[in-house]
């Protein structure tokens, strides 16, 4: 990978990780389903008024949408509004990776290998310490809805895989589309449980820049620029090169979480950590890691 395109690499997963962060901050003020229903708002707008949509069934959008703005984030941002830490919320939700390949091999019927099974297994038992770990900024909840949030993402990457879409821009234009779908169920959910409508308009209005500077940055740097890199990578690059970088998120969210949140890291977080992220890494570079120890020897 030429120099130039690692560090657009690692500009993506900067943005994915340190996003927890902007999460919290901007928590403090929104209620989390209003919050990703503005995400996915401009996230549409202006955008769709540019951009044709993309030619794939409505449903395939719709399902698109409601896993990964209803089912991902909208899950992500009550989690860590209340139930669980920015840092571990970057790392659990990393399990979208065995989720994803789950879904596939239901599809394809293909059997579960046995460095698959040994790296899930690591991947569980980091989860497993985590839960034994848990207190007042990390519950059994907030961890049971990062797993499913990491499932929603898993599925939304199905029915991605199943809209036959290759070319970066029009994977973009997929983003942009499949938002819209997002927003209406969020808004429900948002006046029925955050409120009310006349509650949400006064937290609008009473909303400082800060927070608005925030909810456009998840909605153009994280989902718009993020999946439109990370596609045209994609496109330039084998999958097993590119697919491994993720690894990286949990990271900068850890990272940043101890920096401007004060979150702590002990040894058995950090050791929970390297076990979710060996396992992930074993899932998804097992041939490469194989071939290069099969050099040495």
Known sequence: MPFTHLLVALAIVAIWGTNFVIMKYCLAVLPPFLFAAL??????LPMALFIPRPKVPLWN????????????????????????????????IQVQVFFTIGFAMLLTKE?????????????????LLIALHTDA????????????????????????????????????????????????PLLLISAVF?????????????????????????????????????????SKHPAAVVAPMPLLVPIFGMGASAIYLGEGLPAWKLFAAGLVMVGLLINVSWSRLKERFARVI
């Open 194 to 234: 955050e409120g009310g409508v006349e509650h949400l308009t006064l937290v609008l209005e009473q909303a400082p820049l800060g927070v608005w500077l925030g909810v456009f940055w998840q909605s153009w740097a994280n989902t718009l620029f993020g999946y439109a890199a990370w596609a045209w990578l994609l």
């Open 61 to 92: 959008l719709a399902l698109y949408g409601l896993f990964i703005g209803v089912g991902q984030f909208g899950v992500v941002y009550y989690a860590v509004n209340s139930q669980i830490s920015p840092g571990l919320a970057s790392l659990v």
């Open 111 to 127: 059997r579960l290998r046995r460095y698959q099974m040994f790296a899930l297994l690591l991947a569980i038992l980091g989860l």
């Open 39 to 44: 995400r996915y708002t401009f996230a549409f």
């Open 137 to 184: 900024t990390t519950t059994l909840l907030g961890l049971a809805l990062m797993i499913f949030a990491g499932f929603s993402w898993g599925a939304a990457n199905t029915v991605g895989r199943y809209a036959g879409i290759s070319n970066p821009a029009q994977l973009f234009a997929y983003v942009v589309w499949a938002s819209a779908f997002s927003v209406p």
